[in-house]
């Protein structure tokens, strides 16, 4: 959940790392803190809050030049947003610095033991007793790497770790266990970070860090090894975007940039998938034809946006491929008793890859020997490792909380998974694939479309900014969209807002109806009958008793005009791809009623982007 930093090499070490910070505060906001290795010794700086805190502190009281260095911006778990707790956290004779990201399970037995030995603790966190653990185990010697690794075994939980000594001046020390942790490697220096946007302006040559790995950085040199000491093999991989992606370009905000990227992260997640046979092609896949033949079930797992992407995926998978499908909210799939075996495939769905309940969930399919594919936007993240296949969404680094672009390429994800699984099991012929990819390949320019008819949605929104309470109304895969549409009203306006199955809406929703409450509903295309008909009845239901309806319909549709107060057209698509442009008018929706509220739309309050503990 927070973000690190760390470096050593000819720079100053304080500008790279308040660089790195800055691209990583979307990783969380309640605090930033700094540690520098000077001729004097460790200097700390740290100050609850954004980051924009700490650079005033570092103004008012400057830290001394150094070229080694590590920072911290802070995700709350244990111990109040503040000074004291912000990392990093030193030992009790100032030579050892700690910062950290996850949670340490035992950190309670541990601070009792520190304290009982004499060792005294400032902080609430977790964080701080690695640090005097460390202090205990330099003592024995063999350097802060062996300290690390001795310490690491006596930990319990899921942490990313980084610490520097001043015995060891030009060395920084990280250790990883379900957390991430990335390499940058340059020439005459390396560097550490949760996320390789945190150092993309100067290297995009990187190295992934597995399971229990500790990592040893030096200006001439990176070294990893085991939490047993032995060597360990390391994968380098090159990043395939630079700075530039990880700029607002001219939007006020993260998400306006994101959000008018879409067009072309779809594109890029379409790119080469049509092999030179005309047949569908995922060279990520990993599972082979026939493992996928003798599959009879499939579970989608994920959290938050990645799960309503979950929820389309259902419909696409049931639709085209013939199997049945169920989707799980990855934090309540492995406490219940789900029945799995080797023919089920499990298909877990995380922007970041680093998700902490969707990992556990993986790794909970693993053991009862299903097959796993992960949908993920971020090469070298945990999930893509640890399944048997992936597939990559060329999304470009999300630096927003809220999901946009990750969501609209994730749906293409699933759109292909499920066509993929149709053509090897043949429950769709190939020319019905083909033409099924192109109605795909078309999706980007009916997406930029949507953009380019979003000024009354943005008048809408800001004439509802007093609004307490929002509904979304959908059917069949308006549904999910009426879900993600409440969550991201509920995500950056922090107004009160849910999404309904317009079926159930005389199941007890519609009591919620009163006069003059907004509703968007979410309205089929008209070639399906039944349910686009349905839907206009669930319509005027609501709007004889008072609501103020607002309709998103595609192009055309003259049945809807007499009941709709907003009438907000979209291009007309096949039913299973309507998602893709439905979607887009809820962001811009979203994004500009919070940014009439005041609010920063990229970092919302009390939220980060990558969720990476349970």
């Not at 005459?188 to 990187?206: K, M, Q, Y």
């Amino acid at each position: 959940m927070c973000g690190i930093v760390g470096y050593v090499g000819g720079r100053p070490a304080l500008d790279v790392v308040i660089e790195g910070l800055a691209r990583l505060e979307y990783r969380g906001y309640d605090s930033a803190g700094i540690a520098v290795l000077a001729e004097g010794g460790l200097a700390t700086a740290k100050r609850a809050g954004k980051l924009v805190n700490l650079r005033g502190a570092l103004e008012d009281e400057p830290l001394p030049a150094g070229t080694l260095g590590m920072g911290h911006t802070r995700w709350a778990t244990h111990g109040a947003p503040n000074d004291r707790n912000a990392h990093p956290h030193v030992d009790c004779t100032g030579s050892v610095a700690v910062i950290h990201n996850g949670i340490i399970e035992n950190f309670a037995a541990l601070r009792g033991e520190l304290e009982e030995a004499g060792h005294k603790l400032g902080s609430d966190t977790d964080t701080e007793a690695v640090a005097h653990l460390l202090e205990d185990e330099l003592k024995a010697g063999g350097g802060l790497a062996a300290a690390m690794r001795r310490v690491c075994r006596r930990l319990e939980g899921a942490f990313t770790l980084v610490a520097v000594h001043t015995g060891d001046p030009d060395l920084v020390v990280g250790a990883r266990r379900n957390s991430p942790l990335v390499v940058g490697v340059g020439d005459g220096e390396n560097f550490l970070a949760s996320d390789v946007a945190a150092f993309i302006a100067h290297t995009r040559d990187a190295i992934e860090l597995g399971q229990d790995q500790i990592v040893e950085l030096r200006p001439g040199g990176v070294t990893v090894t085991g939490f047993d000491g032995r060597p360990a093999e390391v994968k380098e991989y090159h990043v395939d975007w630079d700075v530039s992606a990880a700029e607002k370009d001219g939007h006020d905000y993260f998400m306006l940039k994101e959000i008018a990227e879409q067009p072309r992260a779809v594109a890029d997640t379409l790119l080469g998938r049509i092999g030179a046979d005309g047949r569908l092609t995922l060279d990520e896949m990993r599972i082979s034809d026939q493992e996928l033949r003798e599959v009879d079930k499939i579970i989608i797992v994920a959290c938050g946006t990645s799960f309503h992407a979950g929820l389309i995926a259902k419909y696409a998978i049931e639709h085209w491929a013939g199997l049945p499908c169920e989707v799980e909210l990855a934090s309540e799939f492995r406490y219940r008793d789900a029945i799995l075996s080797p023919t089920t495939l499990v298909i877990a769905i995380s922007q970041s890859g680093e998700t902490m309940d969707a990992l556990m969930a993986v790794r909970h399919a693993r053991e009862q020997k299903a097959k796993l594919l992960g949908i993920c936007n971020v090469n070298g993240s945990t999930l893509p490792r640890e399944c048997d296949g992936v597939l990559y969404t060329h999304a470009g680094p999300e630096i927003a909380v809220a999901s946009t672009k990750a969501f609209l390429t994730q749906l293409v994800a699933v759109y292909l998974i499920a066509l993929y699984i149709a053509q090897v099991r043949g429950t769709k012929w190939g020319d019905e694939v083909f033409a099924m990819v192109q109605l795909l390949e078309r999706m980007p320019e009916k997406v930029e479309k949507v953009l380019e008819t979003m000024e009354p949605v943005r008048e809408l929104a800001r004439s509802l900014a007093g609004e307490r309470c929002v509904l979304f109304l959908g059917r069949h895969v308006g549904f999910p969209v009426a879900l993600e549409g409440a969550l991201k009203l509920k995500e950056l306006a922090y107004m009160h807002a849910e999404g309904f199955a317009a079926g159930e809406l005389k199941h007890g929703p519609i009591a919620l109806i009163e006069q003059g409450l907004p509703v968007v509903v979410i309205v089929p295309p008209r070639a399906r009958d039944v349910l686009h008909d349905k839907i206009v009845s669930n319509i005027q239901e609501i709007r004889a008793r008072g609501a103020r309806t607002i309709v998103i319909a595609e192009e055309g549709d003259r049945s809807v005009e007499p009941y709709a107060d907003t009438l907000i057209g979209v291009p007309a698509v096949p039913t299973l791809l309507q998602p893709l442009v439905t979607t887009v008018p809820l962001q811009v929706f979203a994004c500009e009623l919070a940014t009439a509220k005041g609010h920063d739309v990229d970092q919302p309050r009390n939220l980060a982007k990558s969720v990476t503990v349970e």
